[in-house]
């Protein structure tokens, strides 16, 4: 029998403990995959690979479930199954390299060569890199851990959020060596994690809070909140909360109005104008860590870390999790749309990371994801992807990693964040 170890990371930093009442997709899968490691160790590969398929039901192309579905298959001997596992996590834009598990290799090679040599080309290819874009501009900001920003195109100039020193930078494209602070802690300002610009009001809108990496100043009880930056007084207009509310993650402005996710509490929050107050929009139990959000097809959709791409049904406000027909959208963040409704979405979760097309089915019943851009060399961490003036912009390289917790040295020496930018396709 070829024995592999069972992979248990690929976790997407979120714990594998499971809860006493399960609710979300998230806390469902912790405890299934926490039954598939009880199994595996006591060798009833068939049961294991049972919870495995269950759990990746319910995190559909999450590629440590997808390795594991080959190890449980070959620690089981169904070399068929195996085969079967690899080309589902070809299918899913994945890939390994057999030569780290020669023993499974030379076992497939003699089992079935023509199929193997099939899976092996397009895992490859998944591997190698994909598209082209090019710098558009970096700021000397290489210690704030820049999470996000915001195009301002009439303006010439980027809008940077901050998560260390917790401010809001202005970036103009003829001298992006001098950002200029525009607020930070004094103002009221929490750490910054999404932003997104209203032109019709000339509102800047930064979703903002609290984590062992913000800047000092910021207190200890600072309350997640949607702060409204006003461009043409140069003031914090207002400071948006919900008494609902758990972390406001990213933020969407259209035709003036807002919406705002909650990585903690999944829900969705809206704002119809400048001076109305912050409403429960939708939520839904099953979701577990709402990042980006695009409006497409005349609803809305949000991004989870952890399970996929949800439709929020612009009548019911229910939300449906969108069936993966290819790809896999476990592992995004940033979210946006092009004029024709196209969806765009960041993965950093996982490798391959970089730029992704989701190609949309009518009502939400399937998508296909394809990569744009992978690969590049600019590439650590990407995390926030923008559409103006017929262009995407790329926030190429967060480098959370890079900031500890404990607030100790990086490990290596840090970048100054890069925006990239290349053509919509």
Do not use: C, K
């Amino acid at each position: 029998m070829i024995t592999l170890a069972l992979a248990i990371a690929a976790t997407l930093a979120l714990s594998d403990t499971p809860e006493t009442a399960p609710r979300s997709l998230l806390e469902q899968s912790q405890a299934l995959r926490a039954e598939t490691r009880e199994l595996a160790g006591a060798g009833d590969w068939e049961g294991a690979a049972q919870r495995n398929a269950a759990a990746l039901e319910l995190q559909p192309g999450h590629y440590g479930l997808l390795v594991n579905a080959v190890i449980l298959s070959t620690n089981d001997g169904d070399l068929d199954g195996a085969l079967d596992a690899l080309e589902a996590l070809s299918v899913a834009g994945f890939g390994i390299d057999l030569a780290t598990a020669p023993e499974l290799a030379e076992a497939l090679e003699a089992h079935d060569t023509e199929r193997l040599s099939g899976l092996r080309a397009r895992m490859a290819e998944n591997r190698e890199p994909a598209g082209q874009a090019e710098r558009y501009l970096t700021a000397p900001l290489r210690d704030a851990l820049v999470e996000t920003f915001a195009v301002d195109i009439d303006a010439e100039r980027l809008y940077l959020g901050t998560v260390a020193d917790a401010s809001i930078y202005s970036v103009r494209l003829d001298d992006p060596q001098n950002p200029e602070r525009l607020a930070g802690p004094g103002d009221g300002l929490g750490s910054v994690f999404g932003m997104a610009l209203d032109a019709r009001n000339r509102i800047l809108y930064a979703a903002t809070g609290r984590l062992a990496q913000s800047a000092s100043d910021v207190p200890d009880n600072y309350e997640t909140a949607l702060v409204a930056f006003d461009l043409v007084t140069g003031d914090i207009a207002r400071r948006l909360t919900h008494e609902r509310a758990g972390h406001f993650s990213d933020v969407l402005a259209s035709d003036g109005v807002i919406y705002a996710s909650d990585s903690e509490a999944g829900r969705i929050y809206r704002l119809d104008s400048p001076d109305g107050e912050l409403e429960l929009y939708a939520e839904d139990p099953r979701m577990s860590s709402l990042q980006g959000l695009a409006l497409s097809q005349g609803a809305l959709w949000v991004i989870d870390y952890a399970t996929g791409l949800w439709r929020i049904d612009p009548v019911s406000r229910e939300a449906s999790l969108v069936p993966l027909l290819e790809g896999s959208l476990i592992g995004f963040d940033g979210l946006a749309t092009d004029s024709y409704g196209e969806l765009y979405g960041i993965r950093n979760g996982v490798q391959p990371h970089g730029l992704f097309h989701i190609s949309l089915e009518p009502w939400g019943r399937g998508a296909r994801v394809s990569a744009v851009l992978t690969g590049h060399p600019d590439f650590s961490e990407p995390t926030g992807v923008r559409v103006s003036d017929g262009r995407l912009f790329i926030l190429a390289n967060a480098q959370w990693a890079l900031f500890p917790a404990d607030g100790s040295a990086p490990a290596e020496e840090r970048r100054d964040p890069v925006i990239l930018y290349m053509p919509v396709p």
